[in-house]
């Protein structure tokens, strides 16, 4: 069995990523790309589905563990009957290159490590082949198959019923360096890596992005954490974000709510850019910008609320049954089905990020102002037309009010950018028909009887994503509308203290099944309770929440109260930039909050 989500840690160049178990095993790697097929897929199945183990021989040794500083370093610390010793494991950022590396460092006595590979390309799909091409004084593993190779070196392994084993031990101040290189098949072994210099410049990349955080107050240093995450997250090459890491964690264990996150939603890539600019990290911002501007490029028509990393537009779904899930829960998917929705609010997230980076420096240039230009026309051609909503539903399209409300947040930002910003464009026309989704909203979004906003037109329910209304500036957060939504929620939405999305018993989703705490959401009534003046309960929530993270600080999607344990994909994009919101409202100050309505 896989170990609890929460026991995962992340390494990542920024490329692709490895989840680490705190029992010591990679059971989840997919080079080069995040939404590469898997080298290790333990982690959706068992052992047999391919991992990377090193821990200690002794069964009792226990582990502790922390990143070295602000970086991805992971440094475990093993305590076993006869000695002391760490495993520091990272992946090299520099170069073209897929490395991984696990250095042990003996720090007294003498401590035994087993060691395990089991290589399962193509999600488990393709035993490779495997052979010794390492010299006695310098072991190395080649596995090959298909387009796939990787090279492991430092420590001698043997064959054992499709697996290699072997022992590394190591005594106080001994250091010894293990590590797997992931490469085309087609191509010469690459070179072994230069440790000690990869191990430099890496730490590096992560000090120097860290120390230009701009953040002060409280909860500094999970906010310093989620804005690596969310730099872990971009890719380095393309700069697409993905939402998460995984996929086919399960929302609901045992059951059908397993989704592949492993693409970019302009959503939260969107709202990751704003979260990053509030901290000052203005050229990221450029980056993503020409990404958007590539994957959008063509018919406005044809823009989708999701890509692939370098802005690729097939992400068909399909089910792997050759992985059968995080503890069976199943079917484990590949690629994404909600590509093909309409979600209405998506060019309105999209055109607030882009005011955000406007209003930080990024300048306009004629072809993305013309891109703005084109997603507001295809917002007045889409103007009256239903969607499946943020949280892509698979049931029947309908008038979300959430949706409805990011409509008026794009043609807002399109009326601002001419009368605040000086650029060419139809003002009257968006200005007309952001009044009249106002009063579209007004009439039809919000339960005049019940005194809250109201999940989809025809609605009794509430949504979380009603939070967001006064982040974009549809109305104040201390709006009396928007404190009898909140008061709805507390009654309806609260479980055991943290936020559910909705009430999957509604069956607005289409799915069965229920899900757990959504932490985003969660973060956002922080915010909202934060600005609203609610101040007492926005500390006691967060710091509730902030006390789900693991121990190296990540968060992934929801959070099973019941048993304490993470559940969904991680580590979660959206989980962290909206924590980072939070942060920064209990300081006083967030981009959209201090948005005028």
């Known amino acids: 069995m896989p170990a609890p989500i929460e026991d995962y840690a992340l390494l990542s160049d920024c490329r692709t990523a490895a989840l680490v178990s705190r029992e010591g095993s990679i059971d989840w790697f997919c080079p080069p790309r995040y939404d590469a097929a898997s080298v290790f897929g333990a982690l959706l199945g068992d052992e047999d589905h391919g991992r990377w183990m090193l821990r200690p021989a002794d069964p009792h040794a226990t582990p502790t563990r922390r990143y070295d500083g602000d970086t991805f370093t992971l440094v475990t610390r093993w305590q076993s009957v006869d000695g002391v010793a760490e495993v520091h494991e990272f992946m090299p950022i520099d170069g073209d290159r897929t490395d991984i590396v696990r250095r042990l460092v003996g720090v007294s006595g003498e401590v035994v490590f087993d060691h395990e590979l089991v290589v399962r390309f193509d999600y488990a799909r393709a035993l490779p082949w495997v052979r010794q091409i390492g010299e006695e004084d310098s072991p190395a593993l080649l596995a090959i198959a298909g387009p796939d190779a990787v090279v492991v070196r430092g420590a001698r392994l043997r064959a054992v019923d499709h697996r290699h084993r072997g022992t590394v031990t190591v005594s106080g101040g001994d250091e010894i360096d293990v590590t797997l290189t992931w490469f085309a098949s ?153 590509y093909t929705q309409f979600q209405g609010d998506v060019i309105g997230e999209v055109m607030v990020a882009l005011e955000a980076a406007r209003n930080a420096g990024v300048e306009e240039s004629d072809f993305s102002w013309a891109l703005q230009k084109a997603l507001l026309d295809q917002v007045v051609e889409w103007f009256d037309r239903p969607d499946c909503g943020i949280w892509e539903i698979r049931g029947e399209e309908t008038m979300f009010t959430h949706s409805r409300a990011m409509v008026w947040a794009a043609l807002d930002r399109g ?174 100050h967030s981009g959209r909050a201090a948005l005028r309505t």
């Open 415 to 588: 009326v601002r950018a001419v009368e605040e910003a000086g650029l060419p464009g139809d003002a009257t026309q968006w200005r007309r028909l952001r009044e009249k989704v106002r009063d579209e909203i007004d009439a039809n979004g919000y339960d005049a009887e019940r005194g809250h906003f109201v999940q989809h037109y025809g609605s009794t329910e509430v949504d979380a994503s009603l939070l967001l209304l006064p982040q974009v500036g549809f109305c104040a957060h201390d709006d009396p509308r928007m404190l009898g939504t909140v008061a709805e929620m507390e009654r309806t939405l609260m479980r055991d203290g943290f936020l559910m999305r909705y009430r999957t018993g509604s069956g607005v989703d289409g799915l069965p099944g229920d899900e757990h705490p959504f932490l985003a959401c969660t973060f956002w009534l922080v915010e909202q309770y934060a600005v609203s003046g609610r101040l007492d309960d926005a500390n006691a929530l967060m710091n509730r929440a902030c006390a789900v993270a693991n121990d190296v600080g990540l968060l992934s999607e929801e959070y099973d109260v019941g048993r304490d344990r993470h559940a969904g994909n991680t580590p979660q994009a959206l989980s962290h930039l909206a924590l980072v919101r939070a942060a920064d409202a209990l300081v006083g």
């Open 186 to 338: 087609h191509l010469p072994t690459p070179p072994p890596v230069d440790v000690a210099a990869e191990r430099a410049s890496t730490q590096a990349f992560w000090h120097d992005f860290a120390e230009t955080i701009e953040h002060h107050g409280p909860h500094h240093a999970e906010v310093v954490r989620s804005l690596l995450v969310l730099r872990a997250l971009t890719h380095r090459d393309t700069g697409g974000i993905v939402a998460a890491a995984t996929t086919s964690l399960p929302e609901d264990f045992g059951g059908s709510r397993n989704w592949d996150y492993r693409y970019v939603w302009l959503r939260d890539a969107s709202l990751t850019l704003e979260a990053l600019l509030e901290h000052g990290f203005t050229r990221i911002a450029f980056r993503w910008r020409r990404w958007l501007l590539r994957a959008v490029a063509g018919d406005p028509a044809d823009v989708q609320i999701m890509y692939g990393i370098a802005g690729e537009r097939e992400l068909p779904e399909s089910e792997l049954e050759s992985l059968p899930g995080y503890e069976g829960s199943a079917p484990v998917r590949l690629g994404n089905g909600a």
